[in-house]
T-cell receptor, first 112, second 113 residues
Framework: SQQGEEDPQALSIQEGENATMNCSYKTSINNLQWYRQNSGRGLVHLILIRSNEREKHSGRLRVTLDTSKKSSSLLITASRAADTASYFCATDASTGYSTLTFGKGTMLLVSP | NAGVTQTPKFQVLKTGQSMTLQCAQDMNHEYMSWYRQDPGMGLRLIHYSVGAGITDQGEVPNGYNVSRSTTEDFPLRLLSAAPSQTSVYFC????????????FGPGTRLLVL
């Protein structure tokens, strides 16, 4: 069953604008991760935030986590055309071996 | 390092045929997994392995078999392909089952007629 649900399903912006994607999940988690998938390619890990963290930065990426609302957001600042991709959140809620549950993704289009 | 490699890139099967999707990694990772990606469904975990000789089922294991005889390889077997198995299959690996970052292969696109 899907754990994370991204919102919006699709987002279209201009270069230089900021892009915000949201992820909601259903159960308690150990950590939440964001991955990027360029068309026809495999997924690439972007950033991980643990359940005891509230905010994390990596370059132009900022991730927040609100465990009380079971939600996370991914902000990409100063978007570039190369950021055009699908973005997925993945949650690790396992009590044993680590397994990830992925959301359906947000498709981001950044126009020059 | 080649990272995670998958073969073939694309395959067409007829219903009832069998095939093996290959996955290999050269990073000495203990943990390997298989996902399928369907339109509008995101990625779903099929099987995973925490080390050579140890495998377990994920969310959607029916119709698929796996084995892990070496650290490097983690093949996925379809014993009798069905149209419902038409999908894009991704293999992923991480340093250990406690590691959180997974490294993905480029995928195998499978069409079952």
């Amino acid at each position: 069953s899907q754990q994370g649900e991204e919102d919006p399903q699709a987002l279209s912006i201009q270069e230089g604008e900021n892009a915000t994607m949201n992820c909601s999940y259903k159960t308690s988690i150990n950590n939440l991760q964001w991955y990027r998938q360029n068309s026809g390619r495999g997924l690439v890990h972007l950033i991980l935030i643990r359940s005891n963290e509230r905010e994390k930065h990596s370059g132009r990426l900022r991730v927040t986590l609100d465990t009380s609302k079971k939600s996370s957001s991914l902000l990409i600042t100063a978007s570039r055309a190369a950021d055009t991709a699908s973005y997925f959140c993945a949650t690790d809620a396992s009590t044993g071996y680590s397994t990830l549950t992925f959301g359906k993704g947000t498709m981001l289009l950044v126009s020059p | 390092n080649a990272g995670v490699t998958q073969t073939p890139k694309f395959q067409v099967l007829k219903t009832g045929q069998s095939m093996t999707l290959q996955c290999a990694q050269d990073m000495n990772h203990e943990y390997m997994s298989w996902y399928r990606q369907d339109p509008g469904m995101g990625l779903r975990l099929i099987h995973y392995s925490v080390g050579a000789g140890i495998t377990d089922q994920g969310e959607v294991p029916n119709g698929y078999n796996v084995s892990r005889s070496t650290t490097e390889d983690f093949p996925l077997r379809l014993l009798s392909a069905a149209p419902s198995q038409t999908s894009v299959y991704f293999c992923a690996s991480s340093y250990s089952w406690q590691s959180e970052t997974q490294y993905f292969g480029p995928g195998t696109r499978l069409l079952v007629l």
